[in-house]
């Protein structure tokens, strides 16, 4: 049953324009591809974790990571530490460039994340959790977000309690993927704490973790009642899927897939971007990895997958791989003419 749309979601001022959200992904949602899914129909994207130091910004990772330039509003940046004043002095930093909310980074696996005792290492320090929202809250004037897990483990789901230290400190939205720190992305998320953590505060909740498909987004909202879902990697290779849920959740039915042509155009676009964003060399490169997951997504031969990526990574030019991704639409029907005989290398 279509959603209401009357009552979409807010983070303070900033109200979204529908319930779909994309989830920050270090090494996945630089600019290029925050773009690209905004215009294909998220309601906001958030960009790659930025270090709460500012001593590495001068890095070229950070700068290219801090590059909101020419993106329309809000323009969210998420940061990650594990000292409440340094947090907060990158927020103030970050808000004077131009952010116009801050998303704040307890969820992240990653070990050399947590190591530093920093991402979904946090959630095991309730009071220094409170101390850092506290300091981020009021080091600035814009919104401030928070993104968790579940818990650290099985045995410490301490959800409920975050999110209530959250709504006191003054957060503005959580997002919670469904799982703990200790399961990664292994297995299956679950959506019995987001559920629980929704019940308990009345600030909006994204329910972020396996949101791969229209009826899997409508099927979260409805049992969890969160405010929007948050999709992560479901988006990689795929942003249709953002106009897709969308559709769905607005008129209860499938949006026509994309046609041969759009497929082409989008993913020859994203290419151009990425090396205009990074430069030939690291564009190329980085290049690689998000072909490799729209044949994953889209070409129904895994085989052949496997050969394409491989002969696509050998590529060593824009011009090579915007010849190849051409060359994969020659002939169209849902690219199923993708083996490696009708390609060419040139």
Known sequence: MPLDASALPSIGRHRLPNRVILAPMAGVTDRPFRQLCRRLGAGLVVGEMVTSDPSLWH???????????????????????????????????NADQGAEIIDI???????????????????????????????????????????????????????????????????????????????????????????????????????NGDIDSPEKAARVLDYTGADAVMVGRGAQGNPWLFAEIDHYLSHGQRLAAPSTTQRR??????????????????????????????????????????????RFNGLESPQAQQHFVDQLFRHPADMRPMTSKGISAA
């Open 105 to 207: 980074n307890m969820g992240c696996p990653a070990k050399k994340v947590c190591n530093k005792a920093a991402g979904s290492a946090l959630l095991r320090d309730e009071r220094l959790v409170a101390e850092i929202l506290d300091a981020v809250v009021a080091a600035v004037d814009v919104p401030v977000t928070l993104k968790i897990r579940t818990g650290w483990c099985d045995a410490s789901r301490n959800g409920e309690r975050i999110a209530r230290l959250a709504e006191d400190a003054g957060i503005q939205a959580l997002a919670v993927h469904g799982r703990t720190r200790e399961q990664r992305y292994s297995g299956y998320a679950e959506y019995d704490t987001i559920a629980a953590i929704k019940a308990a505060v009345s600030i909006p909740v994204f329910a």
């Open 265 to 310: 155009e989008v993913m020859l676009d994203h290419l151009a971007t990425l090396h205009a964003f990074y430069g030939e060399h690291m564009g190329v490169r980085i290049a690689r990895k998000h072909l490799g997951w729209y044949l994953a997504r889209h070409a129904p031969d895994p085989d052949a997958v496997k050969t394409l990526r491989a």
């Open 59 to 93: 890095t070229r990772k950070s700068r290219l990571r801090m590059d909101h330039a020419g993106e329309p509003g809000p323009r969210a940046v998420q940061i990650a530490g594990g000292d409440a004043a340094m947090l907060a002095e990158a927020a103030r930093l």
